[in-house]
């Protein structure tokens, strides 16, 4: 349908798959799409995706995403009518707003003033009240003397929450256990907060002990309607970030869903509010809910509600910045089935979810092999095969959403969907994403905020790997090899060939010590009889009939003894990753007549884990430490890592300053072990 609109071009002021996502329904709309990027970015998948596309700075965040001058310029050049900015970088940035309106440009989303009056929490905490949202208990005041806040903290009852005034999405916020931790918390917090937001200001709030984050979507327009489009949980989080959401909440009563949402449309009109907002509650287990904070933006997990709803936020969003009312009044809204989403991040979950860099690569997703061809199931990404996961940015990768007809067939498809991923070059929180999604307790509906550090004993703990799993890995190691030595000659070939014999290969396998595994070495010996296509697979006293079948990508069909599975089957070196629906196993591999193994030791290095930049030294040198103390401190990625003692012993000196940048595999100090000469 045509129809006059107040532009026809919209500059997407953000990056990876948010930008994509939005160009794809501003492409749908008949509008011309612009991207910007920085030098980090130049062959981005936004990039590539967008009509127009203009660099706006280094690879730094600052000088790019953040520089507000720069990205005004690019919609001037390029004649965007329009700008969108996602989530995060500028996406509540009040100066951005007020900039772009005197440039006669439209901000896709709610005007400066409603930015402002959530922005500083201190102050959304007083207008909620006027609005008569439930607060929690806590200190919103403009005094940030560190022994007044101290003060109140006492006064709230420990445990209580830090939290940025002027932040979100996890940047500096930390649960804060007694009195005698507060003071380096508050430090902690700080240094995040105006890293990321360049405010130090804090609040404080009583920390619930096992609640429940429930938000609810709601959107207003210019002519003063406001509806919600219901509720999704949150609860699945690690560092204060959302990992798994979903929609609607599980068990949530239809007054108490009324009752949230009616409180999340008074709060935006509170404030004035127009476009996409979220509205944050804490929901207790005795039913009482607390406002949070709302994020004047579209949020990462609004694809479950687009799911349950059959809307399209984007184009909501779109609509109403044309001046345009909403698309359907409160009564028009229903909630059909469940949706789930899976935040896929370039992370180590066993390394403390330290964030990962690489090349990607591989990056698919084989629905068909999965048997997933007629299941609804989306991946919004923004990266390809090929892309380069770098350390200045956010680590997330992509979004996996499931919609099914109730929960349980929802998680069901998200577990198929997460073993299909074929994700390659890169670390990545795949597999943890399958434990959390098969946890009895996840599927029991036992959720709280602490979800993962409550199960942590079990969603760490190291697999135990049957004997099926071992014959799988050795076969996919035999078939590697067959590959690897194809076309050599018979007498240079180390795969076992013997003339007029059967072939004979002995594996080692053993699990990564990364992964916590103390699992004894298993041997697999392989036998194959000249033309034969099975091999004879021998494992602790049991032996396998086995066969495989490569699949498209990455995928392989393997058959034990009659029985076969389908597996998504990685090589990194020589560390094997098989997926599969009921969950993933990484095992080391060698050959036992091709290899020396002399046993080794692994010991405590104290390189970088990724590029960063050093944030603060924690120690003297030569001062004696405790295992487990923090040393120093890095930032990557937008958040804090602190590197601790393996051992009793004193730092013997540092390399690096703070304020220095340091690149993955750099050493970073000089150990000494108590009574031991010093290591690094």
């Not at 920085?38 to 936004?46: L, M, T, V």
């Not at 429940?212 to 003063?224: I, K, M, N, P, S």
């Not at 799988?472 to 194809?486: D, F, K, M, N, W």
């Amino acid at each position: 349908m045509t129809r006059t609109t107040p532009f026809d071009t919209l500059l997407v002021a953000n990056r990876g798959e948010i930008a994509c996502r939005v160009m794809r329904t501003a492409r749908q709309m008949g509008l011309k799409t612009v991207a910007v990027y920085s030098d980090a970015d130049a062959n981005a998948r936004h990039v590539r995706e967008a009509d127009a596309a203009i660099r706006i700075g280094p690879a730094a965040a600052r000088e790019s995403y953040l520089d507000i001058d720069a990205v005004i310029s690019a919609a001037r050049r390029t004649g965007a009518g329009a700008v969108h900015p996602g989530y995060g970088f500028l996406s509540e940035n009040g100066r951005f707003v007020t900039a772009l309106e005197e440039a006669g440009i439209t901000f896709v989303g709610p005007p400066a003033s409603a930015i402002a009056a959530m922005g500083d929490k201190s102050a959304a905490k007083a207008r909620m009240a006027n609005a008569k949202v439930p607060l929690v208990p806590g200190y919103h005041g403009d005094d940030q003397d560190d022994a007044l806040l101290r003060s109140e903290a006492d006064k709230i009852g420990y445990p209580v929450m830090l939290k940025a005034s002027a932040g979100g999405g996890g940047k500096g916020m930390r649960v804060v256990e007694s009195g005698d931790a507060f003071q380096a918390a508050l430090d902690g917090c700080r240094r995040e907060s105006s890293a990321a937001f360049g405010d130090e200001r804090m609040l404080i709030e009583k920390y619930l002990v096992q609640p429940r984050h429930v938000e609810v979507q709601v959107f207003c327009d210019r002519q003063g309607q406001g509806v919600y489009l219901f509720e999704r949980d949150c609860s699945v989080q690690r560092r204060h970030q959302k990992v798994l959401e979903e929609a609607p909440a599980p068990g949530m009563p239809p007054a108490l869903r009324e009752a949230m949402g009616s409180a999340a449309v008074r709060a935006a009109r509170e404030i004035g509010y127009v476009g996409a907002g979220t509205v944050e509650f804490l929901l207790d287990a005795d039913g009482a809910f607390y406002f949070m904070e709302m994020n004047t933006r579209l949020q990462v997990e609004h694809p479950v509600t687009e799911m349950i709803t059959g809307q399209d936020l984007v184009e909501w969003q779109l609509r109403v910045a044309m001046g345009e009312p909403l698309p359907c009044t409160q009564e028009a809204l229903t909630i059909t089935g469940h949706s789930f989403e899976a935040r896929l991040y370039a992370e180590d979950p066993e390394q403390d979810f330290l964030p990962a860099t690489g090349t990607l690569t591989r990056f698919a997703l084989d629905l068909e092999g999965a048997g997933l061809n007629g299941a609804q199931v989306r991946l919004d990404s923004g990266v390809e095969s090929g892309d380069v996961v770098s350390m200045h940015y956010d680590p997330m990768l992509a979004k996996l959403i499931v919609h099914g007809v109730d929960r349980d067939a929802a998680l069901a498809t998200l577990n198929r969907a997460l073993a299909a991923l074929d994700v390659q070059g890169v670390v990545t929180n795949r597999a943890f994403l399958q434990r959390l999604a098969t946890h009895p307790a996840f599927k029991n509906l036992e959720l709280d905020t602490r979800f993962i550090e409550r199960h942590e004993a079990t969603l760490f703990a190291p697999r135990s790997d049957a004997n099926e799993d071992y014959a799988s890995a050795a076969l996919v190691a035999l078939h590697q090899l067959a590959g690897e030595q194809q076309g050599a000659s018979p007498w240079q070939r180390h795969d076992g060939f013997r003339l007029n014999a059967p072939r004979r290969v002995r594996i080692a396998l053993q699990a990564p010590a990364a992964t916590g595994g103390d699992e004894p070495v298993v041997t697999v010996e392989g036998t194959r009889q000249p033309g034969d296509a099975h091999w004879r697979l021998a494992v602790s006293g049991q032996t396998f009939t086995a066969s495989l079948a490569p699949l498209a990508g990455n995928a392989v069909a393997i058959t034990l003894d009659g029985h076969r599975r389908r597996l998504q089957a990685q090589r990194d070196g020589n560390v094997l990753v098989l997926a599969s629906p009921e969950g993933e196993t990484r095992l080391v591999w060698q050959r036992l007549d091709a290899a020396n193994h002399a046993a080794h030791e692994v010991q405590s290095s104290f390189t970088a884990p990724m590029h960063g930049t050093v944030v603060a030294l924690l120690v003297d040198p030569g001062v004696s430490v405790e295992k487990g103390m923090p040393l120093m401190v890095m930032e990557a990625m937008k958040m804090e890592h602190a590197m601790t003692a393996p051992l009793n012993g004193s730092v013997a000196s540092f390399h690096f300053q703070p304020g220095d940048t340091v690149s993955q595999g750099d050493v970073l100090l000089d150990f000494a072990a108590a009574d031991q000469g010093v290591s690094s």
